[in-house]
């Protein structure tokens, strides 16, 4: 399989539809005909260049996928601490 390149524009403008535009990394990779860690990579780079951080409707998209996986960690390492809490409890009685 070829590896292709990709101009800096055409990276700008995926990361941008992730950003600006509130595309899911997986939606802008298919739209694209890319690799959704491509556009991830992509968005690590160019992070800190003027335009590309998320602003708008694509900030809160954003924001709203970074605390949901937040919030599914964080309930699997309550779950995990319940467990552990509930077994050293049998073996102290």
Same mark, same amino acid.
């Given at each position: 399989? &070829?590896?292709?390149?990709?101009?800096?524009?055409?990276?700008?403008?995926?990361?941008?539809?992730?950003?600006?535009?509130?595309?899911?990394?997986?939606?802008?990779?298919?739209?694209?005909?890319?690799?959704?860690?491509?556009?991830?990579?992509?968005?690590?780079?160019? &992070?800190?260049? /003027?335009?590309?951080?998320?602003?708008?409707?694509?900030?809160?998209?954003?924001?709203?996928?970074?605390?949901?996986?937040?919030? /599914?960690?964080?309930?699997?390492?309550?779950?995990?601490?319940?467990?552990? &809490?509930?077994?050293?409890?049998?073996?102290?009685?």
């Amino acid at each position: 399989m &070829a590896v292709r390149k990709h101009s800096r524009e055409f990276k700008i403008s995926a990361v941008k539809l992730v950003y600006e535009q509130g595309y899911s990394f997986g939606k802008a990779a298919k739209s694209l005909g890319v690799d959704a860690s491509s556009i991830r990579g992509w968005a690590k780079i160019f &992070a800190a260049e /003027t335009g590309v951080n998320p602003t708008g409707d694509g900030a809160v998209a954003a924001e709203m996928r970074r605390l949901r996986a937040e919030n /599914t960690r964080l309930t699997i390492e309550r779950d995990i601490l319940k467990k552990a &809490a509930a077994f050293f409890a049998k073996d102290h009685l």
